[in-house]
């Protein structure tokens, strides 16, 4: 019989909620005041739970048991306008789980909620500087969409931050998360066991034309950097057949247009050019058509091209004895409605991945939407979900 309780666990799944609440989702960025004040009321509940919260540098809070023990979590800020569960639901599982545990004389259980993993400052900031990816000098220095560099933002956390957390201490990683795609939903199943997280690729991409007035100047002697993104978008649609499958994905999620005035010909245009597949060189290659894409419309309507540096995380499987325990749990708890699954989003565990064995497991998202404020798991999915990462952690 399960010893973790499954009230407790969704009433402090929408308390965390109520951080940032905007209707049915949540605006709670990593260091704005409610993702601050969010980490505060966690740290006391790991405090509540015999844990000994701790704050690092980046604002990643662990709650760590005493002695070797098991790390389950995820991330609590959220997307700029983010759904409610994306994150939140591996805090709180793993805090339950934890929690449960120490109740019942289980197994070391530790907990974390990393910082930054919807990337206001890139994506995943706050594992991958813990794990030793990206330097904190230079994860300082990057700015987000507003101008602000993280150095300047993570200073709210203040008198928060204690020493580093020694990832030796930690015998391996299970993250619990939505899915955030349509199969388990359509599937009508209830756990995805994860085989491989995909890799990922962005750049900040800019078109510069000739700013000018849009009465005046005849069409033909327009050299107007929207007009070249546009150009860009739909050509690379069309070219990217011919190196990609199904699964591979690309996206041009932030535009920045300047001067951005309807009466203004676009002098330039800056924009984010992402991209994702389970295959290295897949990703080597949908590169070579974005460059060469660019570089033709570039010529073709004489607009000046700069393309920033390209961020990588390359795509990651999970540790087998970790993903058999998940297995197991599965079959136990969703017999016969459980599949094994690639994750086609980005999470903390692939940075975790490099110090330690990891694993994760996704409850369905209903209508496969995420990233969204209508986000949504049903109850009995985000307890399942919580019965699976339990077993699977030794707390049964
Ligand atoms: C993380 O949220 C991602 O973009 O996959
Ligand atoms: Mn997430
Ligand atoms: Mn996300």
């Given at each position: ?54 704050f ?50 289980g ?5 974390v909620?990393f910082q ?115 150009r ?24 920045a ?25 897949r ?53 016969g ?12 565990a ?11 497991l996704?409850v369905?998202?209903i ?5 969204a ?8 999915d ?15």
């Open positions: 019989m399960a010893v973790v309780d499954a009230s407790r666990f969704l009433a402090d799944l929408y308390h965390l909620r109520g951080f940032g609440r905007v209707g049915t989702g949540v605006i709670r960025p990593a260091y704005s005041a409610p993702d601050i004040e969010a980490r505060d009321w966690l740290a006391g509940r790991m405090a509540e739970a015999g844990l000994v919260p701790q690092d540098a980046m604002g990643n809070l662990f709650g760590l048991a005493e002695g070797p023990s098991l790390l389950l979590g995820s991330h609590s800020d959220t997307q700029p306008t983010g759904g409610w569960l994306d994150g939140a639901l591996g805090v709180i599982a793993a805090l339950e789980v934890a929690r449960a545990s120490r109740e019942s004389g197994p070391a259980i530790s907990v909620s930054d993993e919807e990337g206001r400052f890139g994506g995943t900031t706050g594992s991958a500087v813990w794990s030793g990816a990206l330097a904190l000098a230079d994860a300082d220095a990057v700015a987000d969409t507003d101008g602000v560099i993280l150095g300047e933002a993570r200073k709210v956390l203040g008198s928060r931050i204690g020493p580093d957390v020694n990832p030796r201490q930690f015998t391996g990683f299970i993250e619990l998360h939505i899915e955030q795609g349509p199969a388990l939903d359509a599937a009508g199943e209830q756990i995805g066991v994860v085989s491989d997280i995909v890799g990922y690729r962005e750049m900040m991409v800019t078109l510069t034309g000739q700013q000018n007035h849009a009465g005046t100047t005849p069409m033909a002697l327009r050299r107007d950097a929207f007009q070249g993104l546009s860009f978008a739909v050509r690379l649609e069309d070219r990217m057949r011919n190196v990609v499958t199904p699964q591979s994905v690309w996206t041009i999620g932030h535009v247009v300047a001067p951005n005035a309807a009466s203004i010909v676009p002098g330039q245009v800056r924009f984010s050019m992402q991209w994702r597949d389970g295959d290295k060189d990703l080597a290659r949908m590169r070579c058509v974005i460059e060469a894409v660019l570089a033709d419309v570039a010529g073709e309507m004489e607009l000046g091209l700069e393309i920033g540096p390209l961020m990588v995380l390359e795509p990651v499987a999970m540790d087998r004895a970790l993903r058999k325990r998940l297995e197991a749990a599965a079959e136990a708890v969703a017999p409605r459980w599949r094994l699954m690639p994750s086609g989003a980005l999470h903390d692939t940075n975790v991945a490099r110090l330690m064995p990891v694993a994760m996704f369905p998202s209508g496969g939407i995420s990233h404020f209508e986000e949504d798991t049903a109850e009995a985000l307890v399942a979900g919580l019965r699976v990462l339990a077993r699977a952690a030794g707390v049964t």
